[in-house]
């Protein structure tokens, strides 16, 4: 996926060009889904930076 903003599938020809509303609510839960995981990966670098200093 391109991300949440968009309204395309990403796909090639012959394929839907928009997504529907329950389409778009499952990609943004997903987005948000990794960004939380981002950050807790972020924050356990974070730590294990601290404790090697």
């Known amino acids: 996926m391109y991300g949440p903003g ?3 599938t990403g796909y090639g020809e012959g394929i ?3 997504l ?6 499952e990609i943004l839960r ?3 889904d990794n960004l939380e ?3 807790k ?7 294990d930076l601290e404790k090697n200093n």
């Open 41 to 47: 990966g972020v924050a356990e670098r974070i730590k």
């Open 6 to 8: 968009c309204n395309c």
């Open 30 to 32: 997903e987005y948000k």
């Open 16 to 18: 839907r060009s928009f």
């Open 20 to 25: 529907t509303k329950e389409e778009k609510i």
């Open 37 to 39: 995981k981002e950050a």
